[in-house]
């Protein structure tokens, strides 16, 4: 009995969030003078999985979820065709035509120079033109800029996100947007989850070759990947040249480790925390207000972890910084944007 009363608390604790975030919308809508009748897509193509929404009569009428559309790990190609095909169907779900969108915004990992974006909206729109589609009005921007829209909900302010990759957006003033991080893990994103599980990665070998402390990480390893034989410690390179994992795999075993009590873990969430931080302070300079929001957004953080709560922390440490609960996701963001687009048209 109990466990029934409380899904049903949960179910209405949804509920109710769910109801807040779209009478905002709703209001937005409003203000901007949009009627409800207006047809929009969002979509998010995050590294790891692609998200989209088809609004439309003030809800939501269709929305699916698909693989990864990141440039880097397709191509811009495969990415666009990804894309249409998103597009298509959350139309089909939501029984239109793709000829009555009024506005479609697409955030992209990969994209953020003006060019690559205008040329993954071009060949979105030339593969739809081979389909006999064309559309209204199509922004392909970056997955970030999508998220820090909908994070601050239009204010000035910063977010850090914190996944598979790390990167900070500021918007120190309207029309005005400055990066830190986001370099990818071949160069940087310094406290992500690739850069966890990569310096993990880095203190088992260092302790087979006892250069290093001994770590539970090992153990971890070697019963995940069966491929993995301790006594050759050459398998490790093996098993990651052929992909049997990718280092942010790696991130949530290392986790565990550390809240069990792994020094050499817990060493290098430490680590990290502080990396992340210095993105916001970095960013902080370009703001003229004693204290800025910040805004905590990605899979790192969404899950609560451990090296959430201890970036929080060191956040608090820094004066002119004010943590502040997300506005909305990276697909409301979309939503908005696509708002912004129809009321620049009007």
Same mark, same amino acid.
């Given at each position: 009995?109990?466990? @029934?009363?409380? &899904?049903?608390?949960?179910? !209405? ?22 009627? #409800? ?8 193509? %995050?590294?790891?999985? +692609? ?14 979820? !698909? ?39 697409? %955030? ?8 690559? #974006? ?5 060949? @979105? ?9 064309? &559309?209204? *009005? ?7 800029? =999508?998220?820090?829209?909908? /994070?601050?909900?239009? !204010?000035?302010? =910063? ?43 880095? /203190?088992?070998?260092?302790?087979? *070759? ?8 090992? *153990? ?9 034989? @301790? ?7 093996? /098993?990651?040249?052929?992909?049997? &994992? ?21 060493? =290098? ?12 302070? +970095? ?7 004693? #204290? ?31 943590? !502040? #609960? ?18 620049? *048209?009007?």
């Amino acid at each position: 009995m109990l466990k @029934i009363l409380l &899904f049903f608390n949960y179910l !209405a604790l949804l509920l109710c969030f769910t109801v807040g975030f779209w009478l905002k919308i709703e209001k937005m809508i409003h203000n901007m003078n949009i009627p #409800k009748d207006y047809t929009i897509i969002g979509i998010d193509g %995050g590294g790891t999985k +692609t998200h989209g929404v088809l609004y439309t009569d003030g809800q939501i009428k269709s929305e699916m979820k !698909a693989g990864t559309t990141r440039i880097g790990a397709v191509g811009v190609g495969e990415s666009s065709e990804r894309t249409l095909n998103m597009i298509v169907e959350l139309c089909n779900k939501a029984e239109i035509e793709v000829s009555e969108l009024d506005a479609v915004v697409v %955030g992209v990992a990969g994209v953020w120079l003006e060019e690559e #974006k205008k040329r993954s909206a071009q060949l @979105i729109k030339t593969l739809a033109r081979g389909q006999g589609i064309k &559309f209204s *009005d199509l922004m392909v921007t970056s997955d970030a800029e =999508i998220a820090l829209e909908g /994070a601050l909900g239009g !204010a000035n302010g =910063i977010m850090v996100i914190v996944g598979t990759g790390s990167i900070a957006l500021a918007k120190p003033e309207k029309n005005k947007l400055n990066r830190c991080g986001g370099w990818g893990i071949e160069l940087d994103d310094e406290g992500s989850g690739a850069w966890i599980g990569r310096e993990g990665l880095t /203190a088992v070998v260092r302790a087979l *070759d006892g250069r290093g402390k001994a770590t539970m990480l090992t *153990d971890k390893i070697v019963k995940l990947y069966p491929s993995i034989d @301790i006594k050759i410690p050459r398998t490790i390179v093996k /098993a990651y040249a052929e992909r049997v &994992f990718e280092y942010q795999n790696l991130t949530p075993y290392l986790m565990e480790c550390a809240e069990k009590g792994d020094e050499v873990s817990l060493e =290098i969430i430490q680590r990290s925390a502080r990396h992340l931080l210095e993105l916001p302070t +970095t960013l902080m300079k370009d703001f003229k207000e004693s #204290k800025v929001n910040v805004a905590l957004m990605g899979g790192i953080i969404d899950a609560d972890t451990l090296l959430k709560k201890m970036l929080e922390k060191e956040i608090a440490t820094v004066e002119k910084l004010k943590l !502040a #609960k997300p506005v909305g996701s990276a697909i409301d963001g979309a939503l908005m944007m696509a708002m912004k687009m129809i009321e620049q *048209d009007l």
